[in-house]
C-alpha cells in the first residue's frame, strides 16, 4: 500500500492576515457576502442552498458602500458593494475571488467588487478568467485601512462579526506552518 501523499509532503510557512483584532486565515469582507453570512446564520436552511437563498434575498438590500482606502500609502475612494481581503484564492462555493492569491508571498489581495454582475459571477463560479476592471478592482498589499461614513457588515473566515466603519488589516509573516503534499510530475 503506498503511504498518503501528506506522509511524503513538507512543511511550509504560510501568511496569516490580523483584520481589526481578528486571525484571518482564509476570507474576510465587507458588504455583500457578510450582509448574506449575517441573514445564513438566521435561517433554517443550511448547505449551499441556504447560502444561495441568503445571498439572493440580500442582493436587492445591500447598498453600495463609499469607501476611502488606504493601499500601500495611497488614497483611494471607491463605491462597491463588497470588498473582500483575500488570503487564499475561492471561498468555499468554489468561486475564485482572487486569482492571483499565494498563501507565501507576504502580501494579501483587495477586491473590490464595484457592481455585482452575473457574467462577473458566472466567471468567478466557472471560468476563472480575468475581471472586468470597470465591475470588480483588485489590489495587492501588506497593509490595508478602509474608512465608512456608514456602518457596514463585516465577516472573518465565515463568522459575522456586526457592523464597523472601520477595518485595519496587516500582514502576519511565517504565522502558520502546514504539511502539504509533494507535487507528482
Known amino acids: 500500500m503506498e503511504p498518503h501523499p501528506l506522509v511524503q509532503g513538507h512543511s511550509k510557512k504560510i501568511h496569516a492576515t490580523k483584520i481589526n483584532s481578528h486571525l484571518c486565515i482564509h476570507l474576510s469582507d465587507i458588504g455583500l457576502n457578510a450582509y448574506a453570512i449575517k441573514r445564513f446564520e438566521s435561517q433554517r436552511i443550511r448547505g449551499m442552498w441556504g447560502y444561495v437563498i441568503a445571498s439572493l434575498k440580500v ?13 500601500d500609502k495611497k488614497v483611494t475612494h471607491i463605491k462597491a458593494e463588497m470588498i473582500v481581503i483575500a488570503n487564499a484564492t475561492k471561498y468555499g462555493s468554489g468561486a475564485v475571488i482572487n486569482p492571483i492569491g499565494q498563501l507565501d508571498d ?19 463560479i466557472f471560468l476563472h478568467t480575468a475581471f472586468n476592471p470597470e465591475k470588480t478592482a483588485l489590489f495587492q498589499t501588506n497593509a490595508l ?13 465565515g463568522e459575522y462579526l456586526g457592523k464597523v466603519k472601520e477595518v485595519k488589516a496587516v500582514i502576519i509573516p511565517d504565522a502558520l506552518e502546514v504539511i502539504v503534499p509533494e507535487m507528482v510530475a
Not at 442582493?59 to 493601499?71: A, G, S, T, Y
Request: charged share 30%; hydrophobic share 55%; no cysteine.
Open 59 to 71: 442582493l436587492w438590500q445591500n447598498p453600495r458602500m463609499e469607501i476611502e482606502m488606504r493601499v
Open 106 to 124: 507576504d502580501l494579501f489581495e483587495v477586491i473590490a467588487i464595484k457592481q455585482v454582475s452575473f457574467i462577473e459571477i458566472f466567471k468567478m
Open 145 to 157: 485601512m478602509m474608512k465608512s461614513a456608514k456602518r457596514i457588515h463585516f465577516q472573518v473566515d
